[in-house]
């Protein structure tokens, strides 16, 4: 047992800082010459990861004395519970910005192989009475953080990454997390269903108990959530469905009472405190879940989604309204994907030709057609592999050769930035796993071979499988961009490349060889996924918090989750359903998918670039567009939020909306329509019928009926022409369209 108090009596002042046992000022921070900023030092964390407590108190307040606080910290067996109380001795309210625990959890994913064992915050929700969250290591450990007393909101400290000579020095942040707070006071806004804790009145004081609990799995978290908190917990295995389908809600409660939109469900009690209803969606929309037991409460979100073929409707006029542009990064004219895709399984030969000819536009000018090289900005490789894939996608659309010519001439450009051992590289950074080179390339190879050129297939083909066998030999041993960092895409791009290249396998070996390296990244990357938060607008998507300062020229770092990037992660769940027959892998799939759906407004066309996790961010973001240039000029990217007229704004728990359709110069917020790519690729014309072990079906984009000894499948939407029957013995399936059997678990 140990055990730790401490007791001081501080000053406020108007930044994070914490005091030692002896009351005098300390940096939180140690020498070590990474990327980080500290006056005009490059120092990383302190790695003392002991509970420590915090403030920040209002803006150019300095003067505020007056504070006590003491910290218990008593750990038996798998549980450390922490005990925080702050006393006001002033004669005035204490107010903070916020003001709470610093938690002692090791979150510096900085060094390989290190960072396996370190902690990511996967999920903090501040409900009105208690708070529950969870921090989960790639090698799979989880600590539930938990509390049954109300805890204002929560937060992240980030470490800066770089700054930007050319621009007066100004700071961009980084692709690591110091460490999670909760900020037990916060002065918000704050959503609604936070508490409203933001002062204590002179002479008082408050207490908050947190319990930090080892679990060997996450299937018990939610009811270790219900024992520690007695606060009823909501157990969603899928967030989302279409109109007329079924979702099953479990509850754990005494007497638990659950609401969808305001409407009672009646709830069947199944074990001592386990209780399951059955909502039966009919409009879609985004459905608001309440629950209440006794004085407690909980919420969430169901997801039931517009048809795909109206998303991706949508999707391609946005690509028009949200302008595309010939920018140094790709992200700028990341919408062609969409509009291809669109105009290839529902083409409207009006919007179809306008954004054919601002295709054309873009291409003239950042790339030289008669070599296949960029003009500038040559070590973005990721430019030319993106594009690549463009040209196939417009390939398969409108069957232009000139396409195919341009393609394979910017495909060789590619090839030339390949090192010997098949990475990609930009100069001397490995950028194989940075928007999936390898991946661009085997969807070019496709368009060749359907197109007669079966000796550029191959070599394209040969080009990617060195790169992915780099891939399965680095397992992860790769840096984001130039960073170390144990990071999303660097980790989900490198699993969708092998689930790619495992699909394509005709060797068995090199199949399972492929998968298994996929699914080891998978089961990491479940660290950095929304994979239990009981919301339909979240579930699936990735944590990425350095990519608003970028996108939406917003800083400081906030979780944007779903972001287009957390497609990449969708992607590879969907190889591994076609790999291993786990209906897991499919359910994360359309899960991810409504989820990116959702981040269009069905009635108004209007398109978000990403969902904002943290629940109070103060934020300074650009507001006016600059005028020096049209959105048809070559550009440079990153710009600083400082450099322009900007605002500041307070974001929580939201979404954050496009800049493309209004600012000028580059932006990479249409990076959001990787999502809407994906669902071309994956759920807007595939249907999948599963059998289940108790003989009972789960069906995807279609509806199965039983007659006789036949399987009656009917799909959803009319351009769904291909269904996926996964059954555990053989049986005849009647659908009008296109089928392809595999058993339950594949010999590979």
């Given at each position: 047992m140990m055990i730790r108090k401490i007791l001081i009596y501080m000053a406020i002042l108007s930044a994070p800082f914490m005091m030692n046992a002896s009351g005098s000022h300390?940096?939180?921070?140690?020498?070590?010459?990474?990327?980080?900023?500290?006056?005009?030092?490059?120092?990383?964390?302190?790695?003392?990861?002991?509970?420590?407590?915090?403030?920040?108190?209002?803006?150019?307040?300095?003067?505020?004395?007056?504070?006590?606080?003491?910290?218990?910290?008593?750990?038996?067996?798998?549980?450390?519970?922490?005990?925080?109380?702050?006393?006001?001795?002033?004669?005035?309210?204490?107010?903070?910005?916020?003001?709470?625990?610093?938690?002692?959890?090791?979150?510096?994913?900085?060094?390989?192989?290190?960072?396996?064992?370190?902690?990511?915050?996967?999920?903090?929700?501040?409900?009105?009475?208690?708070?529950?969250?969870?921090?989960?290591?790639?090698?799979?450990?989880?600590?539930?953080?938990?509390?049954?007393?109300?805890?204002?909101?929560?937060?992240?400290?980030?470490?800066?990454?770089?700054?930007?000579?050319?621009?007066?020095?100004?700071?961009?942040?980084?692709?690591?997390?110091?460490?999670?707070?909760?900020?037990?006071?916060?002065?918000?806004?704050?959503?609604?269903?936070?508490?409203?804790?933001?002062?204590?009145?002179?002479?008082?004081?408050?207490?908050?108990?947190?319990?930090?609990?080892?679990?060997?799995?996450?299937?018990?978290?939610?009811?270790?959530?219900?024992?520690?908190t007695h606060a009823p917990v909501l157990v969603m295995e899928r967030t989302s469905c279409p109109p007329g389908d079924s979702i099953e809600i479990k509850v754990w409660g005494k007497s638990p009472r659950l609401t969808v939109e305001g409407k009672g469900l009646a709830l069947q009690k199944i074990d001592t405190a386990l209780w399951r209803g059955v909502y039966r969606a009919t409009e879609p929309g985004i459905k608001n879940i309440g629950l209440t037991d006794g004085c407690r409460q909980a919420h969430g979100t169901l997801a039931v989604r517009h048809p795909w073929s109206l998303t991706m409707k949508l999707a391609r006029n946005a690509v028009a309204r949200y302008k595309q542009k010939p920018t140094s990064h790709v992200e700028s004219w990341y919408g062609f994907h969409t509009a291809f895709d669109a105009a290839r399984i529902m083409p409207e030969p009006g919007i179809d030709s306008v954004l054919n000819d601002r295709f054309d536009m873009i291409i003239d000018k950042i790339f030289d057609r008669k070599t296949g090289s960029p003009y500038k900005y040559h070590w973005r490789i990721q430019n030319v592999s993106s594009t690549i894939g463009m040209l196939a996608d417009r390939y398969l659309a409108f069957g232009n050769q000139a396409d195919l010519d341009l393609g394979e001439r910017m495909a060789a450009y590619l090839m030339k930035c390949q090192r010997d051992d098949g990475a990609y590289m930009n100069g001397h950074t490995d950028y194989t796993s940075v928007i999936y080179p390898a991946k661009s390339l085997l969807e070019f190879a496709d368009v060749e071979r359907t197109a007669g050129r079966k000796k550029q297939a191959a070599r394209l083909e040969a080009s990617a499988k060195r790169a992915i066998d780099h891939l399965a030999t680095a397992d992860g041993d790769l840096e984001t961009e130039g960073q170390m960092t144990y990071e999303d895409g660097m980790i989900s791009c490198s699993a969708l490349q092998l689930g790619e290249l495992a699909l394509r396998s005709k060797d068995a070996g090199d199949r399972r060889r492929y998968t298994e390296a996929m699914l080891r990244l998978l089961d990491g990357h479940d660290c950095l996924t929304q994979l239990r938060v009981p919301d339909g607008r979240r579930r699936g998507g990735t944590l990425r918090f350095w990519e608003a300062q970028y996108d939406v020229f917003m800083l400081p770092n906030m979780i944007s989750s779903p972001h287009g990037w957390s497609a990449w992660r969708a992607y590879a769940t969907y190889y591994a359903y076609l790999l291993t027959g786990e209906e897991r892998w499919l359910r994360e799939t359309f899960d991810a998918a409504s989820a990116f759906a959702a981040l269009i407004d069905h009635k108004s066309g209007d398109l978000n670039w990403a969902f904002v996790v943290d629940p109070y961010v103060r934020a300074l973001q650009v507001c006016e567009p600059d005028s020096g240039f049209t959105a048809d000029d070559d550009t440079y990217g990153n710009p600083h939020p400082e450099l322009y007229p900007n605002r500041e704004i307070v974001v929580g728990e939201q979404y954050v909306p496009m800049i493309a359709d209004w600012q000028t110069i580059v932006s990479s917020d249409n990076d959001v329509h990787e999502c809407f790519k994906f669902i071309a690729e994956a759920v807007l014309c595939n249907a999948f019928l599963v059998e289940k072990p108790d003989g009972s079906f789960g069906t995807y984009n279609c509806s199965v009926v039983k007659e006789g000894k036949n399987l009656l499948v009917t799909a959803n939407e009319p351009q769904i022409k291909n269904l996926h029957v996964n059954l555990l013995k053989p049986q005849k399936v009647v659908f009008d369209g296109n089928m392809t059997h595999f058993q339950r678990f594949i010999d590979n």
């Open positions: 300390r940096d939180n921070r140690a020498p070590d010459k990474t990327k980080t900023k500290a006056g005009t030092d490059l120092v990383a964390p302190e790695q003392n990861h002991s509970h420590r407590f915090y403030s920040v108190e209002a803006d150019n307040d300095t003067t505020a004395h007056g504070i006590e606080y003491t910290i218990d910290a008593v750990r038996l067996e798998n549980i450390e519970t922490v005990t925080l109380s702050i006393r006001n001795t002033r004669h005035t309210p204490f107010q903070p910005l916020k003001a709470g625990l610093k938690l002692g959890v090791d979150t510096y994913m900085d060094t390989y192989p290190e960072w396996y064992g370190r902690f990511f915050p996967t999920l903090a929700v501040c409900e009105p009475d208690h708070f529950y969250g969870y921090m989960q290591s790639p090698d799979g450990k989880m600590k539930a953080v938990l509390s049954g007393d109300p805890i204002a909101s929560w937060s992240l400290d980030y470490n800066m990454g770089y700054p930007d000579y050319t621009q007066d020095n100004r700071w961009f942040y980084g692709h690591r997390i110091e460490c999670l707070n909760l900020d037990m006071l916060c002065q918000g806004p704050l959503p609604d269903h936070n508490p409203r804790l933001w002062k204590l009145e002179p002479g008082e004081q408050r207490s908050w108990t947190v319990k930090i609990i080892d679990l060997d799995s996450p299937d018990n978290f939610e009811e270790t959530v219900y024992h520690h």
